[in-house]
């Protein structure tokens, strides 16, 4: 069975950081896309980042560029999203997701999430001060 689980969300103040991570089970990650989106109140669901299997080259929301990275460990099974600089507009659930289909990530990943077909349940980021 598929199944994504984030963790590490939580409170932190402007200018801190978290690393959220994204565990897979029931299929090798290191073989596809993972993909972060973010969805704050009120608002609809957006990319954040992704990272392809194929060459590791990422892709990044222009909002979030030179402060988030994201990274893989295939070992483990997981991906990463460091998430340094927070702004009070960070403030958001995070989820990570697949399509179990693409090894490279592009644009159109980040700009329509419906194209991914596996989700997590999210975790949530408050940044506050």
């Known amino acids: 069975q598929v199944r994504l689980a984030e963790s590490g969300g939580g409170l932190v103040q402007p200018g801190g950081s978290l690393r959220l991570s994204c565990a897979a089970s029931?299929?090798?990650?290191?073989?596809?896309?993972i993909a972060w989106f973010r969805q704050a109140p009120g608002k609809e669901r957006e990319g954040v980042s992704c990272?392809?299997?194929?060459?590791?080259?990422?892709l990044y929301a222009d909002s979030v560029k030179g402060r988030f990275t994201i990274s893989r460990d295939n070992a483990k099974n997981t991906v990463y999203l460091q998430l340094d600089s927070l702004k009070p507009e960070d403030t958001a659930v995070y989820y990570c997701?697949?399509?179990?289909?693409?090894?490279?990530?592009?644009?159109?990943?980040?700009?329509?999430?419906?194209?991914?077909?596996?989700w997590g349940k999210g975790t949530p980021v408050t940044v506050s001060g």
């Open positions: 997701a697949t399509d179990l289909e693409a090894g490279l990530c592009r644009d159109y990943m980040l700009t329509y999430p419906h194209n991914m077909d596996y």
């Open positions: 990272i392809s299997s194929s060459d590791g080259s990422t």
């Open positions: 029931g299929f090798n990650l290191g073989y596809y896309v």
